[in-house]
């Protein structure tokens, strides 16, 4: 008796493709041929002249620029290209969202509900003005996030500057939307690294629940932290698109358009257990572009 056949297993739609980049490559390989060349008779000079010191300092000088410029070519031969994705449906389409994490997630055992993230966004600032912080913590608020989220995000302020006007505006706001205001770090005289150190206090206060490391009993043991949480980190001037977390507004099922615009695929890749960080493009939302005649709205990263 034959069996009935058994529906294929929908691949997993990857949002992003590395790709090797012709020209790079082209363009790095005549830089080596030409910088072996240029060595070649520099050395050929040297042994005709005599190795005298000063000579040799600047040949070696020349060798350190070398080796400082060769990782970051190497970095630009093989690039991360968005594939088209659709991005995830929105947070009251459960039944796209089903399908969003049977074609996004490397487990075919994961549901809709073993995959709800919490977010958190950390906003550290320090002395900005006030209408630059409040249209960044706005367009976090109004960010729409996909139904991959179990809740709300929790925005956080992180206030080195310990600003009273950021303070109540934080408490007031907190009376709608999920905000928090984090200050009361000490800074230390002449710190260097105070950005970082402004979000690992906040880190700090929002895990002081976790347990204890065995290694170092004053710290929380990080390895406890589960994996739906999410951090997302703005600078205290960056406004978020309105379709930051989604990416599209439409069904999963969806064609995907001709010309996909700007990628916004943090939650994607996000749910794939093997990566833990995630770096997306930026653009300047200040500019006009009918006057941007040095093209500098374009991503810069």
């Not at 913590?137 to 009273?164: F, H, N, W």
């Not at 950005?195 to 690992?200: F, G």
């Not at 204890?212 to 739906?228: A, T």
């Not at 794939?272 to 572009?289: E, G, M, S, V």
Request: net charge negative; hydrophobic share 40%; aromatic share 10%.
């Amino acid at each position: 008796m034959r069996e009935p056949a058994r529906p294929a297993a929908r691949s997993r739609v990857n949002p992003i493709a590395h790709r090797w980049n012709i020209v790079p490559c082209l363009l790095f390989l005549i830089f080596l041929g030409s910088a072996a060349y240029y060595f070649v008779i520099r050395f050929q000079g040297l042994a005709i002249g005599g190795w005298q010191p000063y000579p040799l300092f600047i040949i070696c000088l020349e060798l350190v620029g070398q080796t400082a410029f060769l990782p970051y070519a190497i970095l630009l031969l093989r690039s991360v290209y968005p594939t088209g994705s659709l991005g995830l449906p929105p947070g009251t389409d459960r039944e796209a969202s089903t399908a969003a994490v049977a074609g996004m997630t490397p487990r075919t055992d994961q549901t809709a509900t073993d995959c709800r993230l919490h977010v958190r966004v950390l906003v550290p600032c320090y002395k900005e003005p006030m209408e630059v912080v409040v249209a960044t913590i706005m367009a976090a608020v109004s960010a729409g996030l996909p139904s991959m989220t179990r809740r709300q995000e929790t925005v956080y302020l992180c206030d080195d500057g310990k600003d009273a006007e950021k303070q109540a505006f934080i408490e007031a706001l907190s009376a709608t939307e999920d905000v928090v205001y984090v200050s009361g770090r000490t800074r230390k005289k002449g710190e260097v690294n105070g950005k970082s150190a402004n979000l690992n206090f906040c880190l700090h206060s929002i895990y002081a629940s976790l347990p204890r490391s065995e290694l170092n009993p004053e710290d929380v043991d990080w390895s406890e932290i589960s994996n739906k949480e999410l951090v997302v980190v703005f600078d205290s001037d960056m406004c978020a698109k309105p379709d930051f977390f989604c990416k599209a507004r439409g069904s999963i099922t969806s064609q995907p358009p001709a010309s996909p615009q700007l990628p916004q695929f943090i939650f994607e890749v996000m749910l794939d257990d093997n990566l833990a960080l995630c770096l997306t493009p930026q653009a300047f939302h200040n500019i006009d572009p009918d006057t941007d005649l040095f093209n500098s709205i374009n991503v810069q990263f």
